[in-house]
């Protein structure tokens, strides 16, 4: 196949989705493998040569340049391997993942590059750079030496050699997940055994059931499916049977993690010590507002301290309701149930009470609207290329700038068996590439209830709340004005990126926001006040449970991260380690098989991601929180706080600290009351 002819060599706004195959994938990457590392060898040779002093455009200018095409087919190629995967483009993706890690993991290591840059800071030109060029260049020599440019040859080497191992190993994780994911299905055919499911959940099961030609109604474990067994199904065997086929995902068989994650949490912790730290913690939090691997835990367990008596509390109000029910013992898979039941007893509120009010065009039309009235965008659907017939396109346009394209994005919403479970958004291009800056590219994926049974998609509150969140994500990458890529949109240290879309959610519990596009699908009217107030009132329910499951997970990977010997630590050792973590916050003991660390993506399934940094969600929560007061004093949909919250955050990228631009917006730091507050752990000042 010649150049010519391969999409991904010719890239435009409108990214040809509907042409990419898995036969492009390698030719097109190692074409511009080739391209960057020629333009690598270009800044060296010319530092080499020394025609003259260096400056920005031949040396930070030029390596931000040099990599960008490759980094936008990857992210692309990526991304398709997430949401349509087929054998044959697994396998391509397969093929070129290494030898990317291994040119990624060699910048750092290039001693002339290295060279290059420290001599071009040591230039006028340097000392005299301000802003986001300032920062850079900063930045960029902390990440050379934090990435090995100053170890020996033989250290280099074997660095390079870890992070193609970590590349190869995450994404082997997450393809297992994935086809375990996919492998599990009940089928039940006695009506009686969907007793007390809703009847969305009983007509999402019954059309699974039909789309594979079975009589009956077909349970698997994407969350729609799941969330509604676990949550109602009267019937104990099946929520035991899909709860533990849930938590033993990817702990045995052809899709065994376990020895995946004992190999990954070992080079971490090898890659770490190789530059110089503690651990993968330290090394990780280095770049993030925490700084330390022993600050976010001091983080975490002072929030556990004060969650601690209130969890035990619920947690013997549920038992005891439980047990008057007439549950001889509370099993993990009945806890989601009894809530269920002892919620709608305490506050006569049913979740699935507001479905009806939660149509995804209504839900996705009144998003929209309310980004039209607090930021100052209109978005309207555009045609482009796709890489599913579900999947819809959108503009953003700036009003104050006579309704100029900003940005545009993709929306993917319904579970699909070539696509991974969860939530996510991904930049996909960067204005900032052009000169001056065009337009941001980017997408966000859920995995939200269909349309079954002749009725539009109706979302669960919680659904809501991730498509709102999601699309903060998303409002960050649009509203970039830094005019350089790898300062821009989401590039922020990952205890700040869940500001965006964690305060986005707070629009989904206030009344006036809810009205834009909370209204029922057939009638049109909005949700009920009494209703409502039953929904507020139900918020803080379980709070404290919710909050521990978190710092659950957020105790399990900073632990695992910073306390487990690689040396001797095998697979039945990290399993019970991470079991234990996790059953000192759940409501119940946990089975011996418990195994939720091998299907946990978050952590695993990239190089870093999330590893080391999930306390980053209750951190960013506590910001948040606190944001979210000057919108809740000046009338929530205030247009003046809006234009202050996307002019000193959402366009700021990472060009300057988090701690900065969280004070230009609030005029100080932030206090954690606001958190404790709202979850009703705290009573309001």
Request: aromatic share 10%; hydrophobic share 40%.
């Amino acid at each position: 196949m010649s150049t010519s002819e391969n999409p991904l060599l010719h890239l435009s706004f409108d990214l040809p989705f509907d042409r990419i195959d898995a036969p492009h994938v390698e030719p097109a990457v190692d074409t511009l493998l080739a391209r960057a590392s020629s333009a690598l060898d270009a800044i060296v040779a010319d530092a080499i040569a020394e025609t003259g002093p260096r400056t920005y455009a031949s040396t930070l200018g030029a390596l931000e340049h040099a990599t960008s095409d490759l980094g936008t087919v990857m992210t692309i190629v990526g991304h398709l391997e997430s949401v349509a995967t087929t054998p044959e483009l697994r396998t391509a993706y397969d093929a070129v993942q290494p030898k990317v890690s291994a040119f990624y993991s060699g910048i750092a290591l290039n001693e002339g590059l290295y060279r290059a840059l420290v001599a071009f800071s040591e230039t006028a030109e340097a000392k005299a750079l301000t802003g986001p060029k300032a920062r850079l260049l900063e930045k960029t020599l902390r990440d050379f030496r934090r990435h090995g440019a100053e170890l020996p040859p033989d250290r280099k080497e074997r660095l390079r050699a870890i992070d193609v191992e970590l590349a190869m190993k995450t994404t082997k994780f997450s393809q297992n997940v994935l086809d375990d994911t996919n492998a599990f299905e009940v089928v039940v055919t006695d009506e009686a055994a969907l007793a007390g499911l809703p009847e969305t959940a009983r007509a999402m099961a019954k059309h699974d059931a039909e789309t594979k030609g079975l009589e009956g109604w077909r349970f698997t474990l994407q969350a729609p499916s799941y969330i509604a067994v676990m949550t109602y199904a009267d019937d104990a065997a099946l929520r035991e049977k899909l709860w533990r086929a849930y938590n033993t995902r990817a702990t045995s068989g052809p899709h065994d993690n376990r020895g995946l994650v004992v190999d990954v949490l070992r080079l971490r912790r090898e890659k770490a010590e190789l530059l110089g730290y503690r651990d993968f913690a330290d090394l990780v939090l280095e770049e993030r507002m925490a700084r330390r691997g022993e600050r976010a835990m001091s983080f975490v367990d002072d929030l556990r301290g004060r969650t601690q008596a209130a969890f035990e509390q619920e947690n013997r109000e549920l038992e005891d309701f439980a047990r008057s029910l007439g549950a001889v013992a509370m099993n993990p898979w009945d806890v989601g149930y009894y809530a269920e039941k002892l919620r709608v007893a305490r506050h006569a509120f049913d979740e699935e009470e507001l479905r009806p009010y939660f149509s995804v065009d209504g839900v996705l039309k009144g998003l929209f609207e309310l980004a039209e009235k607090v930021f100052g965008v209109r978005v309207q659907e555009r045609q482009a290329p796709r890489w599913d017939e579900a999947v819809r396109c959108f503009g953003i346009h700036d009003v104050a700038r006579d309704g100029a394209l900003i940005a545009a994005f993709y929306v993917d919403l319904y579970p699909r068996e070539n696509k991974r479970g969860g939530a996510w958004m991904s930049p996909l291009l960067s204005g900032a590439t052009t000169e001056p800056m065009g337009p941001h590219l980017g997408l966000f994926c859920a995995n939200v209830t269909r349309a079954v049974g002749g009725k539009p998609a109706l979302l669960t509150h919680a659904e809501v709340e991730t498509l709102f969140h999601e699309f903060g994500h998303l409002l960050h990458h649009a509203f970039s004005e830094v005019p350089i890529e790898s300062l821009g949109g989401t590039n922020v240290a990952w205890d700040f990126v869940e500001l965006p879309s964690q305060i986005m959610e707070n629009f989904c519990w206030e009344r006036v926001s809810l009205d834009l596009f909370a209204r029922h699908y057939e009638t049109g009217a909005p949700i009920p006040e009494a209703l409502f107030q039953k929904m507020v009132g139900a918020r803080t329910y379980r709070a404290a449970s919710a909050q521990m499951r978190q710092l659950g997970f957020a105790t399990m990977d900073l632990r695992m991260h910073r306390e487990l010997d690689p040396k001797t630590l095998t697979e039945d050792t990290m399993l019970a380690f991470a079991r234990d973590v996790i059953e000192a916050h759940s409501a119940t003991k946990l089975p011996s098989d418990y195994g939720m660390v091998c299907g946990f993506t978050h952590l695993f399934a990239s190089p870093t991601a999330y590893a080391a940094g999930y306390y980053s969600y209750k951190w960013a929560e506590v910001l948040d929180a606190d944001a979210f007061t000057r919108f809740a004093e000046h009338g929530v949909l205030s247009e003046e706080v809006g234009r202050s919250f996307r002019q000193h955050v959402l366009a700021k990228g990472d060009s300057e600290e988090p701690d900065a631009l969280y004070r230009a917006f609030m005029g100080r730091d932030p206090e954690l009351d606001a958190l404790l507050v709202r979850a009703g752990l705290k009573a309001a000042a």
